[in-house]
Each structure stands twice: as structure tokens, then as C-alpha cells.
């Protein structure tokens, strides 16, 4: 997929991404120390610099060592990498051997920063946390007081027709969830799947009307489709894979299939916030204004109950009516005005 940022960011945190393809080939030891000199000018707290990193390049005798730490999956494609790191922390400060409570922290904007190096340099750089961590901290010797966190194999791109069948179709770059789901202003309002407070969630479900009931119905429907009337395309718009919902759309599936309440892959795509897929449902033809048969819920009622403003626009560019009331005379600007 094509990412696609909701605000203005810089191109290389936009597009940096982790591929699994990588040539085989070597690195020199100037590319590899490029990406530590990246890390080093990571921010963290007293400036103490916790990162710890040790390394095996592909030509050396430890890499088959660092290599028989990774699970069989990582093995299928890391066996490519020209380098193979193991990050660690030091847990306390160095400057008075307390413990640090950022170490974790700073390590990660560490990493970071080397994976935005990696990226620039036209690098593959790919974090693994699957390996065996203690025997990992055997292997290296890690010192006491210090904190495995996690290995990445770096190397050249490689053409992803070499990887193995089912990682070729992953071989993309992956979408976010919308900033609705981690951003809150003032206090933390919502939980990860509801997007609602603890104390909405208790009255929602209580009264059998709550977002929550919806998604784990939804979520239930997943894993028994067919007799429920989820469809393919139902299901595509609700996980986010725009690529397979535009297929679905090529191949000439129903836009404004329902399911047993009634809810249409828009309503999924809205549930989920996922903009992109309500844009391509809407260019083909879903029916913007279809409610459902227990809330009466339009995509826009989803819209504002979810609190999402960029999906709202495209639905209203699409031509929906806001002025349709759900089964307790709601309209969609009322929901909005709940919050
Ligand atoms: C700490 C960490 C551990 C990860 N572990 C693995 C792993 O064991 N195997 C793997 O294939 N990918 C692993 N990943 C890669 C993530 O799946 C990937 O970063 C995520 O899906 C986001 O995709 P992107 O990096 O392409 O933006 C890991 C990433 C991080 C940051």
C-alpha cells in the first residue's frame, strides 16, 4: 500500500518501512557504523545514552551463533541480512547506579533513529523480538543490570520474489491506526477498542447499544462469516486491507452487501476508521445514507460516535444525509455532541 499521512510529516518517517527482502550481499563496516552514529544522537534522560549494541556481520565467525537465536520464521528471511544486532540497555544510570526508569525509552528513540539512517542509506532494517532472549544474553555475555530488547538484521534489498511464499504478499509497507486511537487531549478518554471511557462502556453495555457490543459482534461474525452474511469484502473493509478491498471492488463484489444487522462494508470501514477504504467504498458506489437494523446507524452516525473528522468529510463528500435520525432520534451531529 501507498501510506499516506493525515498531517504534514517528513517523507522519511512516512516511508520508512521494514522489508524482509535482502540481497545476501555484505555491508561495509562505514554503512554499518553510519547506523550506530544515528543511534548515538539519540535524546535520553541525563543524557545518559543506555543503548547498548553488539553485532555480528554475516562473514564473522559469531553470525551463525546470533543466527540460531532466531525462531524458524525469522530465520526464513534474516538469513539474507549482512548483520545481525542484538539491542540492550543498561538498566541503571551510570552516574549513580540508580535505576533508570527511561532506559527502555531512550533505547527505543536509539533504535529509531538508526532505523531512519538505515531507510536514507537505502538499507533494509528489520526488528525482531523473535529470538531466544536468554540464551541471547548468554551468547553475548551480557553484563548484569542490563536489559535485552530486541535484534534486527540490516542488509541490502533483495528482490522479494526470493522470499519464501507467504511472506511475498506482506512484503508492503503497513497502514496506521488513525491518530484517534492513541491521541487524547487532557485526560486518557479511551480504551483501544471502543474508543470509549470506562464509565461509557459500563452504560453503553449496559443499555445494549455500545461500540463495544458492535465490534466484538463484529469480531465474533469474523471467525463465522458466511452464515451471518459477512462477506469477503465486509471483512477486508473492517481489517484495513485496502489493497484487497479494491480487488474485491475489480472483481465486481456487492458494495452494499449486509450482513445479518443490516451493516454494510462502509459501516466496517468507518467503524475501524480506516478513510482510504471509505473513500474507495464511496467511489464505488456504497450506499453512504444505509443504516442498520438494531441502531439505525448510518456510516456518519459511526462517523461521529467514533470521532473521526476525516471520515466524516468523506462521507459527507459522498454525499451523506446528516439530518437521518437512529432508533432513539439521534442525528449524527447529536452523537458528536455526546462527547
Ligand atoms: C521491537 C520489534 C520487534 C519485531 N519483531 C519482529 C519479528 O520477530 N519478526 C518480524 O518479521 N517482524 C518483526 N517486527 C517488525 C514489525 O512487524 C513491523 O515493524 C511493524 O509491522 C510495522 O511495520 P513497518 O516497520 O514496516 O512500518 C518487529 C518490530 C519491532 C519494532
Do not use: C
Request: proline share 6%; no cysteine; net charge negative.
Amino acid at each position: 500500500m501507498k501510506r499516506k499521512a493525515a498531517y504534514p510529516i517528513d517523507d522519511i518517517i512516512l516511508h520508512r518501512w521494514s522489508p524482509r527482502a535482502m540481497s545476501g550481499a555484505s555491508i561495509s563496516d562505514e554503512q554499518l557504523m553510519s547506523l550506530f552514529e544515528a543511534a548515538r544522537w539519540a535524546p535520553s534522560s541525563y543524557n545518559n545514552q543506555p543503548w547498548r549494541f553488539v553485532y555480528a556481520k554475516r562473514d564473522a565467525p559469531e553470525w551463525q551463533t546470533f543466527f540460531d537465536l532466531l525462531v524458524p520464521f525469522n530465520q526464513s528471511w534474516a538469513k539474507d541480512a549482512a548483520a545481525l544486532v542484538i539491542i540492550a540497555s543498561r538498566n541503571n544510570f551510570t552516574h549513580n547506579n540508580k535505576p533508570s526508569r527511561t532506559h527502555a525509552f531512550d533505547t527505543g528513540a536509539a533504535w529509531q533513529n538508526l532505523a531512519l539512517q538505515g531507510y536514507k542509506d537505502n538499507l533494509v532494517v528489520h526488528a525482531m523480538e523473535g529470538f531466544d532472549y536468554e540464551k541471547a544474553a548468554e551468547v553475548i555475555n551480557l553484563p548484569e543490570g542490563h536489559t535485552i530488547h530486541a535484534m534486527i538484521a540490516i542488509g541490502l534489498p533483495g528482490d522479494p520474489a526470493q522470499l519464501p511464499q507467504d511472506l511475498q504478499a506482506r512484503e508492503t509497507p503497513s497502514d496506521r491506526e488513525p491518530m484517534q486511537a492513541f491521541v487524547h487531549e487532557g485526560v486518557f478518554k479511551r480504551d483501544k477498542w471502543s474508543n470509549l471511557t470506562p464509565e461509557e462502556i459500563a452504560k453503553a453495555d449496559a443499555s445494549g447499544t455500545a461500540k463495544p457490543l458492535r465490534l466484538w459482534a463484529r469480531l465474533a461474525d469474523q471467525e463465522n462469516p458466511k452464515e451471518l452474511g459477512v462477506t469477503p469484502l465486509h471483512q477486508a473493509a473492517f481489517a484495513g486491507d485496502l489493497t484487497e478491498v479494491n480487488r474485491l471492488i475489480q472483481q465486481g463484489a456487492e458494495v452494499n452487501a449486509r450482513d445479518q444487522y443490516d451493516w454494510t462494508p462502509l459501516h466496517d470501514a468507518v467503524i475501524q476508521g480506516h478513510v482510504e477504504i471509505a473513500k474507495a467504498l464511496t467511489a464505488a458506489g456504497a450506499d453512504v445514507n444505509a443504516q442498520d437494523n438494531e441502531e439505525r446507524y448510518t456510516p456518519l452516525h459511526e462517523a461521529a460516535r467514533m470521532q473521526y473528522p476525516e471520515i466524516k468529510k468523506v462521507l459527507l463528500a459522498a454525499g451523506a444525509d446528516s439530518t437521518i435520525t437512529n432508533n432513539i432520534g439521534e442525528t449524527p451531529s447529536d452523537i458528536e455532541d455526546r462527547w
